[in-house]
C-alpha cells in the first residue's frame, strides 16, 4: 500500500504525477491558499503534506499523528514550530539552492527600482506628465555602480547577491552574518562588518536573513538612525525582521532615501499600511522566488523531500533546528 499525503498548495501535472507513483495523494483544489481549518481536517490521516508557508504548530501536529514529514515549498521555514515538530517527531524540509539566483535577482530589480524611481517615472510617463520642459533634477535617481552595499545576512542567497554586486555593478561590499565568511573575502573583497558600521558606511542597505527568535525585530528605530539620509533599505527577507512602525517612521522623517520591499509585517500587506502611499517605497507581494521555472524546481525538490520522507529514505533537504 503506498502512502498517503496531502498536497496543500497548487503544483504542476509533472510534479503531481511523481508524487501519485509513490504515494496515495489528495489535494487542494480550492482558489488561493488552503484554510488552516481544511488543512487541519485533509491532513489526520496522512504521513507527509506538501505546504508553503503554512503554520505549522502544536496544534496541528497534534490532529495528525501519522505525519512523519511536512515539506515546505519554500527555502524560509519560520512557519515551522521547530520545537513542537521535534515532540512529534515530524520532520521539516524545504528548497535551499534552487531559488538563490531567482531571489538575488529580485533584490537587484529592487535596488535598480529604488535607486531610479522606475515605478513612479513609469507612471509620470503613462499619466501623459513628459513633457519638454520636465528633464529636471525632479526626476533624478542615484547610482547603484560604484556605491557601497551592505548585506545583512551572508548564506547563499546573500553570495548570490554579493556577486552581482562586485562583478557586475563594482559595488564596495561589507557584510554582517552570524559568522565570517573569510572564502568570501577572498573571492570576492567584501569586508565583514558589525552592524553599526555597515549601516553608517552603506548607500544600499540589503536585509536578506532568515526570520528566526534572534533577528525578529533586528532592524529598529536605533539601526534607522543609524543609516545615511541618502540610503536606500532593501528587504527580501521576512517582514518580521524589521520593526514597520521604525522603518515607516525613518522613511516619513527623510532619515532614509527610500526601500524596496517584498515582504511585510503582515502578509497580504494591508491597503491601509502608510508605506504604500510612500513614492519612495516600491512594494511586491513577496515574489523573490517566483519565476515559473525556479518555482517549478521548489516544487518538485518539495516533492522529493515529501516522497522520501514518507517511503522511509532521508528526505535530501531536512531543516536545521
Ligand atoms: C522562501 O522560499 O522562503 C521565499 O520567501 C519564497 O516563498
Redesign the pocket.
Known sequence: MKPKVYIARPISQEVEEYIGEHCDYRKWEGEGRIPLDILMEEIKDVEGVLV??APVTDKLLEGAPNLKVISNS????DSFDLEAMKRHKVLGT??PFV?DET?ADLVFSLVLATARRVPELNNFVKQGKWDKETESHDLFGIDVHHATMGIIGMGRIGEKIVRRARLGFEMDVLYNSRTPKPELEEKYGIVYSELETLLEKSDFVVLIVPLTPETHHLMGEKQFEKMKNSAIFINCA?GAVVDERALIQALETGQIRGAGLD?FEQEPVSPDNPLLQMEQVVALP?I???TEKTRAA?AMKAAENLVAGVTGKNPPDVVKE
Open positions: 508553503q508557508h519554500a527555502v524560509g521555514y524545504h528548497t531559488l531571489v521576512r515582504v513577496h523573490g522566488s517566483a521548489m
